[in-house]
């Protein structure tokens, strides 16, 4: 019986496995990692392999679900696509691959701590540059104020100085016309007040005529 079940799940196709990273699949250069196979299959033998390199391939027999390859002393050539797959014991028939896995080894400045240290530092620079540039700007837009305010209040001061000499520019204009008709009188109306006030003086400074009568009168009282 058992065997005619596995004679069954081998003319099915096997369903894939899955694989993990534990404790990630980023890891530091030198350090361990651990690759996870798994299905729902018991006494199976699962298979590790590398995308990149067609002969890497590492074999282990599990009595359970699973199967764990340990990875020691990473380097960066370690890194790489990995996948994994099974077989039932008994049969030369493998699986459909797992999902790839994307495992990156990294060298200790370019980690996810460094990464992290640099985000940090991205952000305290971008912070610290754009409060440099409101406190620039409220000082600029400061003095554009003031200088608009100034620019006006001296427009309204020329306004009001350009009214105040307006009235006077027309009290100048209105007595320039009196002074006009004032100074072109008959000359002659000059002459005849002269003549009015000399009569008075001549007629004053000529001696009264005697009459004939008198003179006579004179002569036979004598």
Known sequence: MVIGFLSLLCLEKLPKPSISALPRSVVE????????????VQNVTFMLGKLQDSGYEKEQSSAGHD???????????????????YKITGSHEWSEKSEHLQLVVTDGHDGPGASSIKTDTRIIFVTTFSCLIIFLLFPSVFLIYRCTQHDSSHEEANKRTSHSEFPQQEASDLSRPERVSLSTKDPQEGTYADLNMKAPSEAASVPAEEPPGSCECAMLTA
Do not use: D, M
């Open 29 to 40: 250069r030198s350090s361990n990692v651990t690759l996870k196979c798994q299905c729902h």
């Open 67 to 85: 199967a764990e390859f340990l990875l020691v002393n990473l380097e960066p050539k370690n890194a790489g696509i990995y996948f994994c797959a």
